[in-house]
């Protein structure tokens, strides 16, 4: 079957690094992205990666481990909009998307 | 603004009825998809749509119905409304719908509520 864990909720204060950390088990792998989605808004793309390593792009980086089905999604000097939803998704061998829940990152000043 | 539009951004209706949303993709994007936010669910991808054909296909259910016109709009037609049907619609948008590089871009939403 088709999963995605991904924590709850997180909470970490301004200026901070923060992990978010994503496994997953899917039928087949054919990239996984980062969204992050404000509340009544619509999911803006992060981040993706189909290799494992670390992908780096300003604040924001994604880590992936194809053998071990985990991804991180690492967020430094947060700043207070960056209190949102970010969700991890998983493009299987059929195309389909597989969204995880999502996780709701508090960050407070 | 991701440059994917989506009409209506509202909806309220009676268990029942059927309604029809649409989605504009981004200017030279292909592929468009569909997917059904509600707060107990999370995000649930319903069907892909490439160059007007169908791709791939998701959690929809046989009352919901997808297709994407030669001008590469996409309608999305709900029928036989339930109250587990009230979500949050989204439509995205690629340029080719396939690939792992290839990235979704999200419009803003159909929030619909069926009473």
């Known amino acids: 079957g088709q999963n995605i864990d991904q924590p709850t909720e997180m909470t970490a204060t301004e200026g901070a690094i923060v992990q978010i950390n994503c496994t997953y088990q899917t039928s087949g792998f054919n990239g996984l992205f980062w969204y992050q989605q404000h509340a009544g808004e619509a999911p803006t793309f992060l981040s993706y990666?189909?290799?494992?390593g670390l992908e780096e792009k300003g604040r924001f980086s994604s880590f992936l481990s194809r053998s071990k089905g985990y991804s991180y999604l690492l967020l430094k000097e947060l700043q207070m909009k960056d209190s949102a939803s970010y969700l991890c998704?998983?493009?299987?061998?059929?195309?389909?998307?597989?969204f995880g829940p999502g996780t709701r990152l508090s960050v407070l000043p | 603004d991701s440059g994917v539009t989506q009409t209506p951004k509202h909806l309220i209706t009676a268990t029942g009825q059927r309604v029809t949303l649409r989605c504009s993709p981004r200017s030279g994007d292909l592929s468009v998809y569909w997917y059904q936010q509600s707060l107990d669910q999370g995000l649930q991808f319903l069907i892909q749509y490439y160059n007007g054909e169908e791709r791939a296909k998701g959690n929809i259910l046989e009352r919901f119905s997808a297709q994407q016109f030669p001008d590469l709009h996409s309608e999305l037609n709900l029928s036989s409304l339930e109250l587990g049907d009230s979500a949050l619609y989204f439509c995205?948008?690629?340029?080719?719908?396939?690939?792992?590089?290839?990235?979704?871009?999200f419009g803003p939403g159909t929030r619909l509520t069926v009473l």
């Open positions: 998704a998983v493009r299987d061998y059929g195309q389909n998307f597989v």
């Open positions: 990666n189909v290799l494992d």
């Open positions: 995205a948008s690629s340029v080719a719908g396939t690939g792992a590089t290839d990235t979704q871009y």
